[in-house]
């Protein structure tokens, strides 16, 4: 199966812009449905967004909903979360998570998703 690995996190100030990737390697990267998750101090690991396999069908928390952009890029084995207007509640570490399917669906819990990147952080200043 595929491993992931993530990237792109860093310190912002609030109303700026980050854009996570997502690298994946070791499996057929479009068998797979793919979603974003984030952890803040002290809270349960959350939904973001969330990919079909193909892409055609995407998903956002209505948290995020207008700002955050998900990709996904199968010829290169690849996944992106677009960050704008970011909040210090965007603050958390930020996950992506893989599951191989052969429904064109998308999945938004944590226990679905058998394969996880080892997060990148994210902190947003105020």
């Known amino acids: 199966q595929v491993q992931l690995v993530e990237s792109g996190g860093g310190l912002v100030e609030a109303g700026d812009s980050l854009r996570l990737s997502c690298a994946a390697s070791?499996?057929?990267?479009?068998?797979?449905?793919v979603g974003w998750f984030r952890r803040a101090p002290g809270k349960e690991r959350e939904f973001v967004a969330a990919f079909s396999r193909s892409g055609g069908i995407t998903v956002y928390a209505e948290s995020v909903k207008g700002r955050f952009t998900i990709a996904r890029d199968n010829t290169n084995n690849a996944v992106y979360l677009q960050m704008n207007s970011l909040r210090p509640e965007d603050t958390a570490v930020y996950y992506c998570a893989a599951r191989q399917t052969y429904r064109s669906y998308y999945y938004t819990a944590p226990s679905d998703y058998p394969v996880w990147g080892q997060g990148t952080q994210v902190t947003v200043s105020s």
């Open positions: 070791g499996g057929t990267f479009s068998s797979y449905a």
